[in-house]
Nanobody, 133 residues
Framework: DVQLVESGGGSVQSGGSLRLSCAAS????????MAWFRQAPGKEREGVGG???????NVADSVKGRFTISKDIAKNTLSLEMNNLKPDDTAVYFC???????????????????????????WGQGTQVTVSS
């Protein structure tokens, strides 16, 4: 079975940094497109950043210049480096993987990264990020 396990969440003050990791088992990152989503209370799940099977990445406009997504194929790990965190970044962050997302090349062309969640077949359990002002 494919499993995704997130780690690295926590509580920080505004302006702080966190690094999230997603460890995968049951498949390799080289064949799937990966992404980070987040969901705040009372809001819909939204894309944060994604990376395709070739390593091309993109992030949402709301986090551009602050968040960086990357993957380590050898370690089967997806990461999200978050800097200059703001209270609006408070949410549960989810790691996701899927093949369908790889067919949407426009997601990685530099615009606002906002994929439909249904493009991703596998999801982690989520990790909480809380940013206080």
């Amino acid at each position: 079975d494919v499993q995704l396990v997130e780690s690295g969440g926590g509580s920080v003050q505004s302006g702080g940094s966190l690094r999230l990791s997603c460890a995968a088992s049951g498949y390799t990152y080289s064949t799937y497109c990966m992404a980070w989503f987040r969901q705040a209370p009372g809001k819909e799940r939204e894309g944060v950043g994604g990376i395709d099977s070739d390593g091309t990445s993109n992030v949402a406009d709301s986090v551009k210049g602050r968040f960086t997504i990357s993957k380590d194929i050898a370690k089967n790990t997806l990461s999200l480096e978050m800097n200059n965190l703001k209270p609006d970044d408070t949410a549960v962050y989810f790691c996701a993987a899927g093949v369908a997302a790889c067919r949407r090349s426009s997601l990685y062309s530099g615009g606002d990264f906002q994929p439909r969640p249904e493009l991703y077949m596998y999801w982690g359990q989520g990790t909480q990020v809380t940013v206080s002002s």
